[in-house]
């Protein structure tokens, strides 16, 4: 697959202003805009940050380390079913336990699927993925303890609580929070890919045998990276299953799977920024197809996917990028 | 087709297509099963043969692309099939001259599915004679082995690309149809249909006819066997075999070792 180098190879271009503006205009929008929003608007921004952080997890694996999973949408589905069961069963939404909770379940279930997936590599790896999270779609269609009486998945959440007496969360303040894991995020996953660990996973993805040849336990880091975007994952499904108030065994399923493949694709895979441009682009133009019609919205997706696929490989980050480093070129500080 | 290093995730759309087309031919427009049948191969052929010439062609030796790609036309076909038949399902129809029973070794049987496993069959053993036996089932596996070579020979293999395709894709088609007999049409079938022959490849080892049939063989077996003793676990002791088959012989029973 042809994809992007991480961004630091291809850096040093304008100057330090120019480079940075759009992330400090990105920023500010994030920040200040979102009270403004209606309580609608508001729901989409913080659909799409949480999309943002699943994408960006998957991303570490899919991106950085080349391995292609159809099943990531299990750990999503996972984050959100453990604090939508914590809900049900012990009736506790507080967010100190169920949050982090999901991100260990998450975790685990990515440690254990990788067991088995990372046995293979490739084609298969993204058929055994595929079919383990169906194995999860199977098994919360038909555990009793996973469903709320007399439906498919578990409704009736609401946003977390936080054992502070007096405090109970808005929509605004819930986006707040969202943006705030979602910077934490990104920082996480800066850190990795500029850290000694993401080198070796690109060089993983580049040529697995010479990194082999090195000396590098290559399966190891490769069950890094699948366990480390696992997690990530439960983080944004944790989130997901407060903002949406509802968990079914779809958000275990292929199609939840798809969408971060779909966004990372779009974005820009195995770049830092795209993935978070991916999701926006998505969610947003899936909401605004779901106005229009909404049911040819999964046509339009698969329409994008392979317009993207055949035209846009490398996705809409490289080329943004490179506009903006030509204008870099023309109007920044630093003189080609 | 895991024969030709394509990896077509839409396969299971394609018999969607396939039985979607038959239906409509033979149940709303009263056409001969064999009528439906044709009708339903050639139409999943030709969506198929699309697909092909129009994206895939361009992502021959990209086995990541080709897999994004067609399950991007999972999601296009699939939709587009609920667009023009639908949501509602259609139940499962039996040609005239297929209804009713016939004796053997003392115990009735339902014709139709007499008809279907020999249909079955008839096709595996086709499709193992084409690809072992004859000149273009040579041509392919030399295309795959070795493109710039087998194109040096003088073959043209971009056509010969194609035609498998399309033949394929008929196959799916055809399948579609046939079982269509027994289970109806419904829009999720794509998925599931492809679901199950991911895991009857996995199991059987990929591009190997014969491991497909065994694969096949077997995961039919234990899921019926399964749905019989654990109603309850339906899919889940499919997924159970998949599970330990690949912790055993990651590359399938009868798959090449890589």
Known sequence: METARPETIAQPVGGPLISFAPYIAIGGILIIVPPFLSTYFQGIMTRFL??????MGYNVAFGYTGLISLGHAAFFGVGGYTIAVLKLQYGSDLFWIGFPLGILVAAVIAALFGIIALRVSGLYFLLVTFALGQLLYSIAWNVKWLNSPGMQGIAGLSLPSFGIPGFVISQTSFYYLVLLISVICFGLVYR????????????????????????????????????????????????FGYYNYLISPTHLGVGTSFLPMCMAIIGGVGTLSGPIVGAALIVFVENFASLVTPDRWPLILGGLFVLAIMFARQGVVVYAGRLWNSFGYRYGSIKS | MGAMDITNLAHGVLYMVGAYVGWTAAVKYGAPFGVGLLAGG???????????????????????????????????????????WGGWPRMPFTAKFLSGSFGILGKTYPKARMAMIVIGLVLAVVLWWLQDRTRIGAMVRAGMDNKEMTMGLGINLERV??????????????????????????????????????????????????????????????????????????????????????????????????
């Not at chain 2, 030709?46 to 994004?68: C, D, H, M, T, W």
């Not at chain 2, 399948?175 to 109806?184: M, N, R």
């Not at chain 2, 889940?236 to 690949?246: E, G, K």
């Open chain 1, 50 to 55: 949480i999309f943002a952080i699943f994408t």
């Open chain 1, 192 to 239: 990795i890919v500029h850290s000694p660990l993401g080198l070796a996973l690109v060089g993983l993805r580049e040529g697995e045998a010479r990194m082999r040849s090195l000396g590098y336990n290559t399966w190891l880091y490769k069950y890094i990276a699948f366990v480390v975007s696992g997690a990530f994952s439960g983080a944004a499904g944790g989130l």
């Open chain 2, 42 to 84: 050639l139409a999943a052929g030709l969506v198929g043969l699309a697909i092909e010439r129009g994206f895939l062609r361009f992502l021959y030796k990209q086995p990541n692309e080709q897999v994004l790609l067609t399950f991007g036309f999972v999601y296009i076909l699939s939709n587009l099939c609920l667009w023009v």
């Open chain 2, 161 to 258: 690309f194609a035609m498998v395709f399309f033949v394929a894709s008929c196959i799916a088609g055809v399948a579609g149809v046939v079982g269509a007999q027994l289970l109806g049409v419904y829009n999720a079938l794509g998925l599931e249909i492809l679901l199950l022959a991911l895991i009857v490849i996995i199991v059987g080892g990929v591009g190997s006819i014969q491991g497909a049939l065994l694969g096949g063989l077997l995961i039919g077996i234990i899921d019926a066997f399964g749905r019989a003793l654990f109603p309850k676990l339906a899919m889940f002791t499919m997924y159970l075999t998949m599970v330990i088959i690949l912790l055993v012989r990651p590359s399938g029973l009868l798959g090449r070792k890589d």
